[in-house]
């Protein structure tokens, strides 16, 4: 027994302290207890860097975060914490027994951890040890992620420094260069942290592995690593991208914050259709074989749209990239080589029509020159009729290759006079040419925006942007609209071409999200939103609060709002804030009202 606490079974060790699977009798709930090494509970700076750990740790309430229960106290005889238990394995156990398949579902957890850092670095405490070990994944129901051990996290905002002098503090395929040199770390430290262990969910190899510390260590130092999509091709462009800023030498170099490199993972979980990685974590803990099976699809039909919408813009590179990346989830899908062709087609033919018009305009001005002659020199200045490059381009069921005009295109031969019959003077008749069937119109279809359309979609297809007024135009059948902007909830619309030709235009006034409203500090704080309690800051920081943001605001969408922040013990907190719809608002309580 330890107080209150039933110690049950070792179940791990480290530098400073022994953990217990344990019991609270007077909760009867089950709990880990990390109890000090007896050699360093009588020392000084150890136990203050114990009590240290246990004030910062608790100031922070997480989801992925392991929760702080309890504390010894700095006179107690022997110095423990007690925290939630995970029943499960350690990251690094769990992605060798499981593993997650395809680099974007790595990012999943990714994203978890660097939501949880930028909630620890708005509190003031870094982790300073990231490495898979340090990461639990929790099995029981529900399942999830969970950041643990700040053992050596220190809080920024205070002044005191607790280090250890001369001992090597966290693991060497982790730690930032600066740490190396002995320099303070910072929240960039765990961004370059975080970098090894993005790097390692992506490819499944670390990128300072070598024979040895030293050997790694100086890697470390010379930010010697293979580039990721050389360690496995499969690796997106922009994920590659992000974790090289993540691992530079130069803290200056890497990502300013935690929220940047979480809004970077959104964005590229966003392009293979996970837009809440939130839901598909949960999804993915709970069955990883199935989520691994239904990813290549899903990803694929994403990244088809959005190869889809850059070629409809013309913007063939971008394009490529998108179906380069379906080939690397999906090496056997079936419809991105015909796309690939008809997107080489087009860039044969937009050439050939630039070679085409480049004739053309030389022909034109032979033509002014003639203007200026004689009628026998017009004559033979005069150019024969050019083909046409949109005739040409139309006509032909496959252009490529594309005719040179200039070079091709045949001298026109004299007319002779006509026959009675409108033939040539040899008796030929007149070969008939049948007019080809005009093919039905499209139907112009106009959609008012409030407040505006970052996106305008035509079944599946980007067709503007950034546009209040959009403008359609629906070949005969049925289609779907779609308009999106971040503030909002995505208009889809299902029409046909007759339906829009009868109601001409349509006006859409986008319906807001609500925003998230977050409070830092100590959890007890209470949240008043425009007079009305809404919640304690902690809370708010397990779960955002939703606010409802109206209608009538300015693009995107806002409203001001005013917040109470009310703690026993010391002076409440006035502040005014502007909440827009979709966005997020982290909101500081003061010193006095965070933890000492």
């Not at 009590?51 to 110095?79: C, F, M, N, Q, W």
């Not at 930028?118 to 029981?140: F, M, S, T, W, Y």
Request: charge should be neutral; charged fraction near 25%; aromatic fraction near 4%.
């Amino acid at each position: 027994m330890l107080g209150r606490y039933e110690l049950l079974e070792q179940v791990g060790s480290g530098g400073m302290a022994v953990v217990y699977r344990g019991r609270d009798t007077a909760l009867d709930r089950e709990v880990a207890v990390k109890l000090l090494h007896p050699h360093l509970a009588s020392a000084p700076d150890s136990r203050a860097r114990f009590s240290r750990e246990a004030r910062a740790v608790a100031r922070l309430s997480h989801p992925a975060i392991v929760e702080i229960y309890d504390y010894a106290g700095d006179a107690a005889v022997e110095s423990y914490l007690v925290t939630e238990f995970v029943r499960g394995r350690t990251l690094r156990a769990w992605a060798a027994g499981v593993g997650f398949g395809f680099p974007e579902l790595g990012m999943l957890v990714g994203r978890t951890l660097a939501d949880a850092l930028a909630h620890a670095h708005a509190a003031g405490v870094i982790h300073r040890d990231l490495k898979p070990e340090n990461v639990l994944v929790h099995e029981d129901e529900p399942p999830s992620v969970k950041l643990a051990d700040f053992g050596i996290a220190r809080i920024l905002a205070s002044d005191e420094r607790m280090t250890m002098t001369g001992a090597l503090v966290g693991s060497p395929h982790h730690m930032a260069p600066e740490i190396v040199e002995g320099h303070d770390a910072d929240a960039r430290s765990d961004v370059f942290s975080l970098g090894t262990i993005l790097y390692w969910l992506a490819t499944g190899k670390l990128p300072f592995a070598a024979s040895n510390p030293t050997a790694i260590l100086r890697r470390v130092l010379e930010g010697d690593f293979e580039d990721p999509r050389q360690a496995d091709p499969r690796v997106p462009g922009a994920l590659a991208a992000l974790i090289r800023r993540c691992l530079q030498v130069d803290p200056a170099k890497r990502p300013a914050t935690m929220v940047e490199v979480r809004d970077a993972l959104d964005r590229l979980l966003a392009e293979v259709g996970i837009d809440r990685p939130d839901e598909a974590l949960l999804a993915f803990l709970r069955d990883p074989a199935a989520a691994k099976a239904a990813f290549p699809a899903r990803a694929a039909a994403a990244l088809v749209a959005l190869g889809d919408a850059a070629a409809a813009e013309g913007a063939a590179a971008r394009a490529l990239a998108y179906y380069d990346r379906v080939l690397a989830i999906d090496p056997g899908n079936a419809e991105v080589p015909a796309k690939l062709a008809r997107l080489a087609r087009r860039r044969r033919l937009r050439r050939a029509a630039a070679v085409a018009g480049g004739v053309l305009a030389v022909l034109a001005a032979a033509g002014a020159l003639a203007l200026t002659v004689g009628p026998r020199l017009r004559a033979a200045l005069a150019p024969p009729p050019p083909r046409p490059p949109p005739a040409v381009v139309r006509a032909s069921p496959d252009p490529a290759p594309a005719p040179a005009p200039a070079r091709e295109a045949p001298a026109a031969p004299a007319r002779a006079p006509a026959g009675p019959q409108g033939s040539p003077a040899t008796g030929a008749p007149t070969p008939a040419v049948a007019a080809p069937h005009p093919a039905a119109a499209a139907v112009p279809f106009t959609v008012h925006v409030r407040p505006y359309a970052q996106r305008a979609l035509l079944d599946g297809v980007e067709v503007a942007h950034d546009q209040q007024l959009v403008r359609f135009e629906l070949p005969p059948g049925p289609h779907v609209i779609q308009v999106e902007h971040a503030c909002c909830s995505p208009f889809v619309r299902r029409i046909s071409a007759e339906e829009a030709a009868r109601q001409g235009e349509l006006r859409v006034p986008l319906e807001p999200r609500p925003a998230r409203l977050r409070v830092e500090g100590d959890p007890a704080t209470r949240v008043y939103l425009d007079g009305r309690l809404v919640g304690t800051a902690g809370e708010s920081q397990r779960a955002p609060f939703l606010v409802a943001v109206p209608a009538g605001g300015e693009s995107p969408y806002e409203a001001p709002a005013r917040i109470l922040l009310d703690l026993a013990g010391a002076p409440a907190r006035t502040l005014d804030v502007k909440l827009r719809a979709g966005g997020e608002v982290t909101v500081a309580a003061t010193q006095a009202q965070e933890s000492p």
